[in-house]
């Protein structure tokens, strides 16, 4: 297509008419996806600055597609229209007085960057923008600039983390305060950067990062939601490093082990964590955990019998005993008019409990006593005439 029509097409972008607006997005969608496409400076930089405003028109289905028109866009034009780019969407996502749509837009943008990001402009759009949330995750008041700033670069350092050696110690030196953050999602999304980030950080920097967790664990005196996210944090650095971890066993294992005995009653979102972490010990790092293979087993079977609602001992001593009183009957009835099985987590800690004697059985070269010794305490439970068995399905699986 020639220059003049390339131009009509802008001057259709810009019309006050939606439908004229969305069929013009579309017709430049299409030029831009052609393998022929070519246009001068000036042309390019004109296409940057009509796709920019594309992105925050009121008409959601004309965004998408100026998403679109973004994603090709930046792999057609030369690597400073492409940048600038880049820059003006990290501003609107670092700035404070930015609306929330066009906040989400602008970050919808720049993951669409970072998924198409190539060759030079690669290096140079994970580092501007690695640089930019960093900015925005120190807003320390603004929660949405944080909440969408810590989204960004855990995505960006996922898939970019290896070109950005020379921002690691600044990224964790900024993340690490967050892990104590009062607010959860916070937490969780400094958490996901972190493990991102984790598989290209050099050894002693690893070490800083883990043993600030053990440390943090070790003190005791943890908030319950601070507790389970480092406890989280953990087995997210596990699973992200795998054999890199394994020289933190003796102090990890140990560590894990105590917060889920030590969880308070209902916590049954730390024991889960407490579990996918020694999952994970033993399914990235099998040579290292062999030492732990007992002791870990030994915690799996006992949380794979764990229901904190279920008490047959209770039950069956009433019903030798020919039964408790009217008053007690009716409360009882009461408490199942009340209680909810969505109320219940426990099944979480039973599906990660059993999920562990299989990676063991499948780490060793011989696996019988793993079989023998959960095959002689997996049970199952009779509540009201009615057999409950925890995923024998999959325990079929340790003797396969």
């Known amino acids: 297509m020639s220059v003049a029509a390339i131009n ?3 001057d259709k972008v810009v019309s006050k008419d939606k439908d004229f607006r969305y069929m013009a997005t579309s017709d430049l969608l299409n030029e831009l ?27 959601g289905d004309i965004s998408g597609l100026a998403v679109k028109c973004l994603g090709v866009l930046v792999r057609k034009v030369g690597e400073p229209q492409a940048l600038g780019l880049v820059q003006s969407l990290c501003d609107k996502v670092t700035q404070p007085s930015k609306k929330v749509p ?72 900024t993340l690490l305060p967050y892990l104590d953050d ?10 996901h950067c972190i493990g991102a980030l984790a598989p290209f950080l050099s050894d002693p920097q690893l070490d800083a990062v883990v043993q600030h967790n053990l440390s943090q664990l070790q003190g005791g005196k943890l908030k319950p939601d601070n ?11 596990s699973r992200a490093v795998g054999y890199r971890f394994g020289r933190h ?13 030590q969880a308070a009653e209902g916590d049954d979102e730390l024991r889960e964590f407490a579990l996918q972490a020694l999952e994970s010990f033993v399914a990235r790092s099998p ?66 409990a059993d999920h562990l ?24 439970k009779n509540k009201g005439g009615q057999k409950r068995v925890y995923r024998a399905q999959n325990w079929c699986r340790l003797g396969s």
């Open 249 to 261: 066993f003796q102090a990890a294992v140990p560590l894990v082990i105590k917060y889920a005995q």
């Open 182 to 191: 009062s607010r959860h999602g916070i937490r969780k999304r400094a958490l």
């Open 102 to 173: 066009s906040r989400d837009i602008a970050s919808i943008g720049l993951k669409t960057v970072i998924e198409v990001a190539s060759g030079n402009l690669a290096h140079s759009a994970a580092a501007m923008i690695s640089s930019k949330m960093l900015q925005g995750v120190q807003q320390k008041e603004t929660f949405d600039v944080i909440n969408d700033s810590l989204d960004i670069l855990s995505e960006v350092l996922a898939k970019f983390g290896h070109l950005l050696l020379d921002q690691h110690a600044a990224i964790v030196q």
């Open 287 to 352: 040579g290292d955990a062999r030492p732990y293979l007992d002791q870990l087993l030994f915690e799996a079977l006992k949380y794979l019998k764990y229901d904190p609602n279920y008490a047959v001992d209770e039950m069956s001593d009433d019903a030798e005993n020919g039964g408790g009183s009217d008053d007690e009957a009716d409360a009882d009835a009461s408490d199942e008019e009340e209680y909810s099985d969505d109320d219940d987590l426990s099944w979480k800690v039973r599906r990660y």
């Open 33 to 59: 996806s052609k393998d022929s496409f070519r246009v001068d400076q000036d042309l390019e930089r004109k296409l940057c600055n009509v796709v920019a405003v594309q992105l925050e028109d009121q008409s």
């Open 8 to 10: 009509l097409i802008l």
């Open 227 to 237: 507790a389970r996210s480092y406890v989280q944090g953990v087995g997210m650095l």
């Open 357 to 380: 004697p299989i990676c063991e059985s499948q780490s060793l070269v011989h696996p019988c006593n793993v079989v023998h010794v959960a095959g002689s305490l997996f049970v199952s």
